[in-house]
């Protein structure tokens, strides 16, 4: 996003996520925006606080709920099951140990 200088905002359902005021010397920002959010569609939206004449870039996003192997440690969160674990129940916090005598390759895999 051409910066110069300028102050730059991501948003996410517009509540910030970020502010930059920094560029390469080209006038180049480069932002990296980690999003969590619950499941369900998104905007996010990446703008230049003092450039009106330049229109926000605006990004649809459907964020997919936990599927089996997967457990949700905080909301909005998704984490896979490493190996020596599983889940079958992806609304658990934590992976489930793998029982005696089973191999566990991580995921849903038992």
Do not use: W
């Not at 080209?26 to 004449?53: C, R, W």
């Not at 990004?59 to 192997?69: H, K, N, T, V, W």
């Amino acid at each position: 996003m051409p910066c110069g200088g300028l102050l730059g905002q991501a948003k996410l359902d517009d509540k910030q996520l970020l502010g930059i005021k920094a560029a390469n010397e080209n006038g180049i920002a480069e932002l990296f925006v980690k999003v969590e959010a619950v499941p369900g569609p998104h905007k996010l939206t990446f703008s230049l606080f003092d450039n009106p004449t330049l229109n926000p870039v605006v990004l649809a996003l459907d964020m997919r709920s936990c599927i089996p192997g997967e457990v949700s440690p905080t909301p909005g969160t998704c984490e896979l099951c490493p190996a020596g674990t599983y889940s079958f129940n992806p609304a658990n916090s934590s992976c489930d140990e793998c029982p005696p005598n089973a191999e566990c390759t991580g995921g849903a895999a038992v």
